[in-house]
């Protein structure tokens, strides 16, 4: 039954492409490349923004953003390569390596930030992803909570590998951020956001084709590639994501083809992030570090944070 349901799957396609320019990133301007600038607001709901953090070499001590405050969303910085240590105003720390995720609900108020990274486990090269995402206006003041999750702990689904034991290495690896992927081989990641979204990361060898099943609600759907170029959608009207790009794809359809046409340096897959998400349809307030429902929230966020009332006591503060 399950099969037959799959071949009547109509397909999502590619609307449009952009680069992603690059911007600076805190006090001492450190580089990302903000993967989708090139979309209007409405069109990103429920997703805030996307940006990608090198390959780079962090220097001494690995790398160093400064405290900063949020309020009204959840970030989830994810590290590719290297490792990453970050803090927050209660003192509690986290040290992020390869694979691993942390996924931060700002609620009615924090302050992290980077810091130095244990000698142990310094890395030469550091390159990671930090995603928003908007969370509805009743859950904006709720405590903060932070968790932290382990590569083991995220799911792994390979597809498009050929029949036979030796050839399944050649096949994509998916990996289950946040939500779930639905389809032939589901697996949900143990991340899940008060808003309804996915987020995998797709490794694809040059050549390999998968089809991912998508949610009909999730009607804001996004590919990001940040190593080689890979076509999405149909045989035919596929449109090419390199290295740097980001597409818009159609709200309509559920069946979603990734084929990579090149691999990264010194024979790496090519890798793209699959974002897709159900819009939250509410106004949205945004300033900096606050994203709120109102210009009254808006206006009390930052009364707060002068008068040091921003961050919620210890008392409220979880962690996962």
Partial sequence: MWHWLWRQASDVSVTEIRSAPTAAEGDGGLAVRDALAGFGGQALDPFLLLH?????????GGLSLPMHPHRG???????????????????????????ELQCGAAGRGMEHGAGEVPAERR??????????????????????????????????????????????SRGAVCSVLLGSLTGPAPASSPVQLPTDVTYVDVELPKGTA????????????????????????????????????????????TRLRLRAEAGGP??????????TGAPLREPVFRHGPFVL?????????????????????AAEYAKL
């Fill in 123 to 168: 890395s030469q090269v550091v390159h990671a992803f930090q995603l928003w995402v908007n969370v509805p206006s009743a859950r904006k003041m709720d405590p903060p909570s932070f968790q932290d999750v382990q590569a083991a702990s995220l799911p792994k689904v390979r597809l498009g590998a050929p029949a036979g034991a030796e050839a399944a």
């Fill in 266 to 275: 010194v024979g790496l897959p090519a890798g793209v992030l699959l974002l």
């Fill in 52 to 60: 990608e953090l090198g390959p780079l070499e962090p220097g001494e």
């Fill in 210 to 253: 998968v089809d991912l099943e998508l949610r009909p609600a999730h009607a804001a759907r996004f590919v990001y590639c940040y190593r080689g170029a890979v076509c999405a959608g149909p045989v035919g009207r596929a449109g090419t994501i390199r290295d740097g790009e980001a597409a818009r794809l159609s709200a309509a359809g």
């Fill in 73 to 99: 969303f959840c970030e989830v910085p994810y590290v590719k390569h290297g490792t990453i240590a970050l803090r927050d105003h209660w003192g509690a720390t986290a040290v992020l390596g390869r694979g």
């Fill in 293 to 313: 429902s109102s210009p009254e929230d808006l206006r009390r966020a930052f009364e707060d944070l002068q008068r040091g009332d921003l961050c919620a006591p």
